[in-house]
């Protein structure tokens, strides 16, 4: 069985969005053509308490890019964004909704972040993903999202940890690129882990 996974496709992190990823509105037509495909497509969600410690605005002296040790885990400090419950924390009203099986949500710890769209970021909580792809079977999965270099990465590094045969839908990311050529180094760090680019 093979899964289509959408990571991330919520306002904030569209042109626009309180965390903009530049051109991210480009996939979401993308996602849409791919979807059909599959008998199973699942989608993760950013999901912050108001409080979350990744948000800059809750640290005194700390601004948006700055780099804090949080809870043992080195911590990237972001915009407050994907806020439970706000507009821009929802999906894309033009994605075709209808043909996701089910939504996961992430972030929701407010001392640790969850890159990835299967465990938080100390993989200490799972986010029911992986539980969910094993009760179906799952064996492959399909990647695309938003940001190509922070959960799509992590999502597909962890996907592949589990076994899963990996595969990254490459024009159907975009990328944060806090540094030159983060996005790069992500693809180059998730093929070298065994993730297909397609």
Not at 81 to 98: I, P, R
Request: charged share 25%; aromatic share 8%.
């Amino acid at each position: 069985m093979k899964a289509l996974i959408l990571v991330d496709l919520q306002y904030d992190f569209l042109p626009g969005g309180a965390l903009a990823v530049s051109e991210g509105d480009q996939i979401i037509s993308v996602a849409n053509e791919w979807m059909p495909r599959f008998e199973l497509v699942v989608a993760t969600q950013d999901w912050h308490p108001e409080n979350h410690q990744s948000f800059a605005s809750q640290h005194d002296n700390k601004q948006i890019g700055d780099v804090i040790e949080l809870r043992g885990l080195e911590q990237v400090l972001w915009p407050d964004h994907c806020v439970q419950g706000t507009s821009g924390a929802e999906l894309h009203a033009d994605l075709h909704a209808d043909r996701i099986t089910r939504v996961f949500h992430k972030g929701t710890d407010t001392y640790i972040d969850s890159y990835s769209g299967f465990f938080n970021n100390c993989h200490q909580h799972s986010t029911g993903l992986a539980e969910y792809l094993k009760e179906r079977a799952v064996d492959e999965v399909v990647i695309m999202g938003l940001a190509t270099d922070y959960c799509v990465k992590y999502t597909a590094l962890d996907a592949i940890k589990l076994g899963l045969k990996t595969s990254l839908i490459r024009e159907g990311c975009r990328g944060v690129n806090l540094k030159p050529d983060d996005v790069q180094r992500a693809c180059e760090e998730m093929q070298a882990a065994g993730v297909a680019h397609i």
